[in-house]
């Protein structure tokens, strides 16, 4: 059987929806189950709405219900057969909203995840519809985790017992089902973070021992560089599991961090693949040995450089370093890189505003902290001698490294603030 993952991009208006039925109809010589994101930025414009708790969210909730009812007219015509099923999303939106929850984290899963489940009702509907044996299946009854909202943790035996039952239905039907969600053990929906649908898919192919999984998405395949940035990038054929995972490692947003792992445990084959132009071979990430791969160019925004000072001359040891990890890890943040001299300690991280201006004010009671933001991390993996001098040679350096394979450069890039605290 395949798996098949299809983003918010490829589900973004009743044509990109028409688009991915034609895709589905021509695989169908296999079982096939279908992980779906929500639309278009639904996510995003979710996530505005947890901020309006407490205020007046009407309207942007209308809008929310807006775009997905337009999606269903052009997609149905005549009748609309999820009318009952919008009207029970919005009043569970709402009443999210009202209630208290432990955390705004808890609030979160359970608002965003309605992205995921209106557009997959709204895929589900339509493949049958044209007459595809398609089946609504939803994804915390399969993915079982723990309570950590936002970053939940897979619980693999749970989940895999419980996906083992899908197998049957896979025999008769198309199973489409969410990315991106789960369930504690209390029945809350949780999400496994941003951009986790990937990792769904992963979850369900490695449970499922599927013949591969196939992302597709709006490049042509995994790139040597965004082409936004980068015109001159190339497309992949192909990639070890490996080098796949160590460019998500870097901040390579094409597949989300978390999908090698159980891929690469259960040696299935992952492709991502043009949505677009779906003749395109796409890259095919496996077990393969690929003596030399083009440079690759990774670019990171919106970093936050800290320096941690000794104040009293004396070294910066080990339990300072402590110290420093123990503050981050508390806060769940992770370090991009870092770099240690006799008196002071430097490390980039994303710049999560409001968790790293706590940090540094934590950091602050112990050390003298210096911070910048507006950075941009450029990360260039298995460079020549061309991308080492390009990118070593510029003039906006803030801090700089190298390994035998792997060069990184912190650059300002966007108005910067400086600090000190
Ligand atoms: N809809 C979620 C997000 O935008 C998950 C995903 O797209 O993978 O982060
Ligand atoms: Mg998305």
New binding site residues.
């Given amino acids: 059987m395949r798996v098949f993952k299809f983003?918010?991009a490829s589900v973004r208006n009743a044509d990109s929806i028409k688009k991915v039925a034609t895709i589905i109809k021509s695989y169908t010589d296999q079982p096939l189950l279908i992980v779906v994101?929500?639309m278009g930025k639904?996510?995003?414009a979710l996530e505005g709405l947890i901020n309006l708790k407490g205020h007046d969210y009407e309207n942007e909730l209308d809008q929310i219900l807006t775009f997905h009812s337009t999606i269903i007219e052009e997609l149905f015509e005549d009748v609309n057969p999820l009318a009952a099923e919008l009207q029970s999303i919005r009043s569970i939106i709402a009443e999210q909203l009202r209630k208290s929850h432990t955390s705004t984290e808890e609030l979160y899963d359970q608002v965003?995840s309605q992205?995921?489940i209106i557009s997959t009702l709204i895929v589900s509907a339509y493949l049958k519809k044209i007459g595809l044996p398609s089946i609504w299946k939803d994804a915390r009854e399969y993915i079982s985790t723990d309570a950590s909202f936002c970053e939940a943790i897979v619980d693999w035996p749970q989940s895999n017992s419980q996906i083992q039952s899908l197998i049957e239905v896979l025999n008769k039907n198309i199973v489409i089902t969410q990315?991106?969600i789960g369930a504690n053990k209390n029945g809350l929906t949780t999400t496994l973070g941003?951009?986790?649908?990937?990792f769904s898919a992963a979850i369900f192919a490695s449970c499922l021992s599927a013949e591969s999984v196939t992302i597709w998405k709006d490049v042509p395949g995994v790139m040597s560089a965004d082409p936004k940035r980068l015109p001159t990038a190339i497309t992949f054929d192909e990639l070890p599991f490996r080098e796949a995972a160590e460019m998500t490692y870097y901040g390579a947003s094409v597949i989300?961090p978390k999908t090698i792992k159980p891929l690469a445990n259960r040696n299935i084959p992952l492709f991502v693949k043009s949505f677009d132009n779906t003749n395109l071979a796409g890259t095919r990430i496996h077990e393969c040995k690929i003596d030399h791969l083009p440079p690759l160019i990774v670019f990171k925004d919106n970093q936050c450089l800290i320096s941690c000072q000794v104040t009293d001359y004396t070294f910066i040891d080990e339990s300072q370093i402590g110290i420093i990890f123990n503050a981050l890890s508390a806060r769940s943040l992770k370090v991009n890189m870092i770099q240690n001299s006799a008196i002071s300690f430097s490390f980039c991280l994303d710049f999560k505003e409001e968790k790293v201006l706590a940090l540094i004010e934590e950091l602050g009671k112990i050390f003298e902290v210096y911070y910048n933001t507006g950075l941009t991390l450029i990360t260039i993996k298995n460079y020549d001698t061309d991308s080492f001098n390009k990118y070593k040679n510029q003039t906006n350096v803030v801090l700089e490294q190298s390994s035998r394979s792997t060069l990184q450069v912190l650059i300002k890039s966007n108005p910067s603030i400086a600090g000190e605290l």
């Fill in positions: 983003g918010g994101s929500a639904t996510t995003n965003v992205g995921e990315g991106f941003r951009e986790g649908s990937d989300h």
